[in-house]
């Protein structure tokens, strides 16, 4: 079955701490995507990726960093610059049609919580 | 500036009553518009989707959507709600930006669904 999968379900991250998200998808889609969602304020773009080895910074890239080496491989680091952590993180991905109309298909979610 | 606005926070029916929820957006060009659903502690789940032709478009679970160019809406609609329909609905406008496709997400409407 084709999909995208998130790792862990849940991560604790201590002060000072940088934590780093897994996700992988398997539906050999070019652009991939991390958004953060808070309650009441739906989700927001933190890093999206168009192919391997480029990204790009979305709309609240401050306190993360991400990577690309591998097409279907899009890891989340939360770091020690990122002072409101707590949230629910969703991975997407996308075929990339060079415009709007690709649909992203999203993980199941991590949610990070902070000791 | 684009955005995404979904006027119901919370939302309650009966079970098998009717269901209409609301999505306007702001863009000055061509939307393609989105509707999602996500169930408690899980990723978003593509319903419906609108890219061009027919204003009505037919989704999954039963759930139906009218793009209104005058109104600048795409409002969700299912005639008769089912217990399982109870879940988050995100509304969701796709826009181009240096080639990629980036969704502007809406706060959500949270739906109850009484026996």
């Known amino acids: 079955d084709g999909g995208i999968t998130q790792s862990p379900k849940y991560l604790f991250r201590k002060e000072g701490q940088n934590v780093t998200l897994s996700c992988e998808q398997n539906l050999n889609h070019d652009a991939m995507y991390w958004y953060r969602q808070d309650p009441g304020q739906g989700l927001r773009l933190i890093y999206y990726?168009?192919?391997?080895?480029?990204?790009q910074k979305g709309d609240i890239a401050e306190g993360y960093s991400v990577s690309r080496e591998k097409k279907e491989s899009f890891p989340l680091t939360v770091t020690s610059a990122q002072k409101n952590p707590t949230a629910f993180y969703l991975c997407a991905s996308s075929t990339q049609t060079g415009g709007p109309t690709g649909t992203q298909y999203f993980g199941p979610g991590t949610r990070l919580l902070v000791l | 500036a684009q955005s995404v606005t979904q006027p119901d926070i919370h939302i309650t029916v009966s079970e098998g009553a009717s269901l209409e929820l609301r999505c306007n957006y702001s863009y000055g060009a061509t939307p393609y518009l989105f509707w999602y659903v996500q169930s408690p502690g899980q990723g978003l789940q593509l319903l419906l989707k609108y890219f061009s032709g027919d204003t009505l478009v037919q989704g999954i679970k039963g759930f139906e959507a009218e793009f209104k160019r005058s109104q600048s809406s795409f409002n969700l609609r299912k005639p008769s709600v089912h217990w399982s329909d109870a879940a988050e609905y995100f509304c969701a406008v796709g826009v181009g930006s240096g080639g990629y496709n980036k969704l502007i997400f809406g706060a959500g409407t949270r739906l109850a669904v009484h026996p």
């Open positions: 990726s168009q192919i391997v080895n480029d990204f």
